[in-house]
């Protein structure tokens, strides 16, 4: 049902049951907000969404206040003015004053309320409170000086990964975000997704930076620095840069690192194709010997954290396949050093991800052998503009570069680790020939109408019927393997898991934005790459399809089976 409200003398059309936040940017009014994220249910906790109704004596948060017919509105009137202001100065006298050396300078939204609300000088002065920073996590940083109260972290923490890394503590003016028992996220219950990081109004979340690690590395003549590029993150940056797919973006950020000095660069697409096909190949062997399923994908180092700290009962079910940043990496540390006459410790390997969680995974204890890490460093795309940006370089300016060989293709496949159900349907396209699926029979992966109810598929090998199902969020995850149980369901076979909201898409390594509409332009990217790939499906790729047989894969070839086989363990429950 819709009726009319007055906003600023201006008479708009509302649906019933909207927040008046919503009709209000629904038409244009800008309204500036700290808590509010779409998806959630609004708190009204920072109270910047405040507006002016008549009848109403005092001022009204916007975000929790339903529409109303009849109501009048004023977004814009001294009183609002002055409020807002004040929320602002008042938030802005217990935070640091180091903007210039601040991650988030330019990208932080109390930045930009300060701005907006032209505020020139600090007004208010006092003891402000002690916060200490917390470096102890190998992928997220804590700096609490700067946190903002505005419960975005704790809540995504909380309802969409299931995790409560960090909750409040304490009540007042010293009321705090913080992990259990004042210790470092090292020891708490956090998964690294870093989805609190991409939530983050300021600096009060951040990834562990490995850019000066890298520059270290790239002056040393010794070493040969050899860099490797995720396809997903190659539609990030055509995303990022306003650059079209067919523009090349893989070659030129190629050619961009060459230029930091790289001595290699390697397409991690060709690993993506060697993950695809490892895992339905131990689909097919869990489909014909009828052994434990549904088979749970396992290239998301967040996903299997979670799972190996809180649903240790699935570890069986983890398809004991390395991701593609350790294969290659180890890979790359082990044939190709040997080929190339260099010893493992001269090679120093990094990996440029859309993930925060994979510089957690790069650190585990068992992708390090005898000292020697099978990647040494790993990059967000944050990351990279800013590593580009210290050597004067923009992507948009530069001329594209070939990635070397023998790492340097890949097929479409590739590029549909980048978006939650992309995976599934490779993996199932690799399962469908290896089951005997005839070209004649037609490979078909038919997606649900309404994925946002049902996110699973049939697919149809002559009278089998195999089952994939693909789930991002932990909540999501969650929600549908506790489904397929108290159901008894024995009709999926696969199930895709992805910690981030939308996959790789939506990761915590992406470049910081709000909504949810460039992670939607990411997936929209990605699957326009996969149209300019030389191999349509991973099967089809000759490079990665030798591992399996020149380097004897699915034998017991002990050290080919260390570059692509992982180790799960259980671990001790959140402190």
């Known amino acids: 049902m819709e009726f009319k409200i007055e906003v600023n003398n201006r008479q708009i059309s509302v649906r019933e049951g909207d927040s008046l936040l919503t009709a209000l940017r629904g038409h244009g009014f800008k309204i500036p907000t700290l808590c509010h994220m779409n998806r959630f249910s609004p708190t009204g906790a920072c109270r ?52 210039l050396y601040c991650q988030r300078n330019g990208n932080c939204e109390l930045q930009w309320l300060a701005e907006e609300m032209n505020v020139r000088e600090r007004k208010y002065f006092g003891e402000k409170n002690t916060a200490f920073p917390d470096y102890s996590s190998t992928a997220v940083a804590r700096e609490p000086a700067k946190c903002v109260l505005c419960s975005r972290c704790v809540r995504i923490c909380e309802e969409v990964q299931l995790v409560t890394a960090v909750d409040f503590i304490s009540r007042g003016n010293q009321t705090k975000v913080n992990s259990a028992f004042h210790k470092g996220l090292n020891v708490s219950s956090c998964i690294h997704c870093g989805q609190c990081v991409q939530v983050c109004p300021t600096a009060a979340l951040l990834d562990i930076s490995h850019i000066e690690k890298v520059q270290a590395a790239l002056g040393k003549a010794e070493l040969e620095v050899v860099f490797f590029i995720s ?87 983890l398809a004991g396949v390395k991701s593609p940043q350790q294969i290659l990496g180890s890979l790359i540390k082990t044939k190709w050093a040997e080929d190339a006459g260099l010893k493992a410790d001269h090679v120093f390997t990094v990996s440029v991800m859309p993930c925060l969680a994979k510089k957690y995974e790069a650190s585990r204890e068992e992708n390090t052998h005898k000292g020697v890490s099978e990647v040494d460093a790993v990059l967000t795309v944050r990351e990279f503009f800013r590593l580009l940006r210290s050597f004067g370089l923009e992507i948009e300016s530069i001329e594209e570069e070939a990635a070397d060989p023998p790492f340097h293709i890949c097929s479409a496949s590739a590029f549909k680790l980048g978006y939650s159900g992309g995976k599934a349907e490779a993996v199932a396209r690799e399962t469908f020939r290896l089951l005997g699926g005839s070209p004649a029979e037609g490979f078909r992966f038919n997606l649900p109408k309404n994925t946002a109810l049902k996110r699973e598929t049939k697919v149809s090998i002559g009278d089998i019927h195999i089952g994939f199902a693909w789930a991002s969020s932990i909540s999501e995850a969650e929600a549908y393997l506790n489904t397929l149980a108290e159901e008894n369901r024995s009709d999926i076979h696969y199930v895709e898991v992805m910690a981030c909201l939308e996959g790789c898409a939506g990761g915590g390594g992406q470049p910081v934005s709000r909504g949810f509409e460039k992670t939607r332009a990411r997936r929209r990217l990605c699957a326009d790459m996969e149209k300019n790939q030389p191999f349509r499906a991973a099967g089809e790729h000759p490079g990665p399809l030798a591992c399996f047989t020149d380097h004897r894969l699915d034998t017991g070839n002990e050290r080919a089976n260390g570059w692509l086989k992982p180790s799960f363990k259980k671990r001790k429950g959140p402190l």
Not at 90 to 98: G, I, Q, R
Not at 240 to 250: A, F, N, Y
Not at 252 to 259: E, G, S
Not at 284 to 295: G, M, V
């Open 231 to 317: 396809p997903s993150v190659a539609a990030s940056v055509a995303e990022h840069s306003g650059l079209r797919p067919k523009q090349d973006v893989m070659g030129r950020m190629v050619a961009a690192l060459k230029r930091c000095g790289a001595s290699r660069v390697f397409d991690l697409g060709y690993a993506n194709d060697i993950n695809i096909l490892a895992e339905a190949r131990l689909l097919a062997e869990r489909i014909r010997n009828k052994e434990a399923l549904p088979l749970l994908s396992s290239c998301c180092p967040a996903w299997v954290r979670y799972a190996e700290e809180f649903r240790q009962e699935l570890l069986p079910r």
């Open 48 to 99: 910047l969404c405040v507006v002016e109704v008549e009848g109403k004596r005092d001022l009204i948060t916007s975000c929790s206040y339903p529409v109303e017919e009849g109501m009048k509105v004023m977004t814009n009137s001294q009183r609002v003015i002055r409020a807002r202001k004040s929320l602002v100065e008042l938030l802005l006298s217990n935070h640091p004053d180091d903007c």
